[in-house]
């Protein structure tokens, strides 16, 4: 099993940046495929990005152009650098965990981003 948290949250004005990061504990940070999801006041938890064992990148339509997600094996660590962020970008923004081998999935407790003048 695997624990995750969150951090870099926080107020940004519009065009602004913040990067994200997640560690990950008490497993095999390589048995794992990592992501981004965020929920929006009223609204469903969406994935943002993720980023595949292998180093394999997958967007939202809303956020390929703007966010970038990495990691680093050794400090098994997951990133989301945010960039020109909007105001429709404020949610939580929650870590997620799937292994490889069994599909199961963990969260982190999330970060709150709000994007606003």
């Known amino acids: 099993q695997v624990q995750l948290v969150e951090s870099g949250g926080g107020l940004v004005q519009p065009g602004g940046a913040l990067r994200l990061s997640c560690v990950a504990s008490g497993s095999n940070f390589s048995h794992y495929a990592m992501a981004w999801y965020r929920q929006g006041p009223g609204q469903g938890r969406n994935l943002v990005a993720r980023i595949t064992a292998t180093g394999k990148t997958v967007y939202s339509d809303s956020t390929k152009d703007r966010f970038t997600v990495s990691k680093d094996n050794a400090k098994a660590t997951v990133y989301l650098q945010m960039d020109r962020l909007k105001p429709e970008d404020t949610a939580v923004y929650y870590c997620?965990?799937?292994?490889?081998?069994?599909?199961?999935?963990?969260w982190g407790q999330g970060t709150q981003v709000t994007v606003s003048s």
């Open positions: 997620n965990a799937m292994s490889i081998f069994n599909l199961d999935e963990y």
